[in-house]
């Protein structure tokens, strides 16, 4: 059932595949630098490498925005996403997957009642926009310093096209990687909490995780969409935007890789991290617009003529109207999808407001006061929880979304067998699992409940107030470790 | 990469020799020019069948330089370019043999008054010539410079028709039979073509500069 539902995944990225390809090779097939062939598996082969090694960022900033929790639900979101595309591109408007699948996560979160974390949103959305100012500058800078560079050079045309050529290839590579690893969240990103698939070792050498398997099946997906659709896709970008010599296509295809890699890279937010420097989000940005925004600012490096400006309004259209468009379909879709073919789109969720949550509350330090109108009252949707509390008007979004989560049922049970099935048990270290199994078997109603009790221990201790990057970092981490654990210990809720 | 970068400088040598052909056969045409005026024949003729060697290696080099770049798919972005500037190159070198060709042939007689005149228009061509090649070579290796050479093209031409003009006009004024001075000026036409024809390469050579700017 798992693999149906994928399909809607599976669809997205061999249109990932089809379209983006373009935005990576187009310049050396349509300048006929690099034959088709040859570009088709270099794209599929680091597409594929930098989706398994390095998605799980981009994805995870998609997974704070809205976490689809049914099966049919990841299902709907990426079809309303990849229909959205669809009809968008048909405009001839450039957008890509990053903007439609927010736009229909976030009617996910509508339609099941969820409160949409708007931090999340925002960072997402802003990065939009600077993802498109960043290439442009990056592809400025390049072609500044390229310039007298290559002036001066006095190589051989032939041998210069030869160094370009292999450049082409080199770039191109480190550009499906990154395009790989940043936009496979678009793709699957939506199916991570709901895989079923399991750690597997290869070898004893070398572990390929759920999230990564998953991850390979969508880039096994992007790669059939390379193959299929997108020599033509790489004609129609090579002629629409490369009407530029191959050293100046080079230099935009770089700064379109690299933009893609800030925004996907790990290991560059963390060494960012380390150093004390200021960091860049991991969110899945549009490569179209990425490569556009390079054009531009080598044309407008180049004294700013030839420049088509209409694509600049068309694509502020889209980082609006895509989302949007995504929003309205998804939400239509999620209705259709639990009311005529009556799909779980959503899991069930409660919020109770008994003794023991309001002394949670309490003690944590929030308003008493409000609470009286929740006091003893149980919800089953995030957002009547949050309209009630709202029109107190004594408690910020955020002292709220706490308060929701201290309030919400989620029935655990301690099983570590359950974990080494998972095989998830790979992501824990020795202490964390030992303070685990201490409380085998032990059952919590609320997440906190566990939270509370692990935290004492060694590996899942918190910083009280980080300060820093690297101590939010750390505390970023051991959430994510939390959220799985929940996920693999829930169980029905008894009574 | 070794290997394409061995066929790639290899390719870059033949055509540094196409363009000392041209070179070559310019200089040539210079010497036989004076050396026909000079009324030594033998010497005349042994310098065209030098030219005559250099169009036919030229012409061969040309093609198999041509071959190359399709069958290594070599500068596929400037690949049509490289070839229409060669190709128009080497109908310099034809121009340059056609001319010297047609000398041997009608063995014309050209008055000793005509003399200075006539070895300024060749000397204007052949520098039109020597320029171009600067300029062909500058557009491989130095595309800043290629400019500065084009306008010297351009400047040799100019001066090419001018003296070219004065010798017409010159030839038509003089007391000789009308159709000496047809033969005359036919010659004339002739060695002017040479700078024409270093002109129109010179025309997509700038064209070809500006496509490649960054």
Sequence with gaps: MFFFYLLSGLFLGWSLGANDTGNIFGAAVETRMLKFKKAALIASIFITLGAVFEGSGPANTLGRLGSVDALAGAFTVALAAAIAITLIVRLRIPVSTSQTIVGAIIGWNFFAGRLTDYRSLITIASSWVIAFVLSGSIAALLFYLAKPWINRSKVHLLEQDLYIRYALIVIGAFGAYSLGANNIANVVGVFVPVSPFKDISIGGLFVLSGVQQLYLLGSLSIV???????????????????????????????????????????????????????????????????????????????????????????????????????????????????????????????????????????????????????????????????????????????????????????????????????????????????????????????????????????????????????????????????????????????? | MALLLKTTRFVESQIDTFLDMVSDSATTFQLAIEDYLGERYEQFEERLTKIRELEHRADDLRVSIERFLYERTLIPENRGDVLAILENTDEVIDNIKDSLLQFSIEMPDIPSELDDLWVQTSKASVAAVEQLVFAVRSFFRDLAAVNNYIHKVYFFEREADQIGEKLRRKIFGMNIELSQKSQLRFFAIHIEKISDAAQNVCDRLSIYTIKRQL
């Design chain 1, 224 to 495: 059939t969409g390379i193959y299929t659709f997108s020599h033509k896709v790489m004609r129609t970008v090579g002629k629409d935007l490369f009407h530029l010599s191959p050293i100046t296509a080079l230099i935009a295809l770089l700064a379109e890789a690299i933009v893609l890699f800030l925004f996907a890279s790990r290991g560059l937010y963390n060494l960012l991290l380390s150093l004390g420097l200021p960091t860049i989000p991991l969110v899945p940005v549009s490569s179209t617009q990425v490569i556009v925004g390079a054009v531009v600012g080598i044309g407008l490096a180049k004294g700013g003529k030839n420049i088509r400006y209409n694509i600049l309004g068309k694509i502020s259209l889209a980082w609006i109207a895509a989302p949007v468009i995504a929003f309205i379909i998804s939400f239509t879709m999620l209705f259709i999808m639990q009311n005529v073919f009556e799909q779980k789109v959503q899991q069930e969720t409660h919020y109770i407001f008994d003794r023991i949550t309001i002394t949670k509350i309490v003690n944590d330090g929030y308003d008493n006061a409000a609470l009286s109108v929740v006091n003893g009252r149980r919800f089953d949707s995030e957002q009547d929880v949050y309209h009630e509390l709202s029109e107190q008007h004594s408690l910020s979004r955020q002292e709220i979304v706490d308060i929701i989560q201290i309030a919400e049922i989620y029935p655990l049970k301690v099983d570590t067998i359950k974990l080494t099935q998972s095989g998830m048990q790979r992501q824990f270290s020795a202490a964390q699992l030992l303070a685990l199994r201490q409380y085998e078997a032990a059952t919590y109603r609320h997440k906190w409940q566990l939270r509370q009790v692990l935290i004492r221990y060694p590996g899942f201790e918190l910083y009280e107030a980080p300060d820093t990057q690297l101590k939010k970092e750390h505390n970023r981490r051991i959430e994510d470790q939390l959220n799985t654990l929940y996920r693999i210990f829930m169980v029905e809720e008894t009574g």
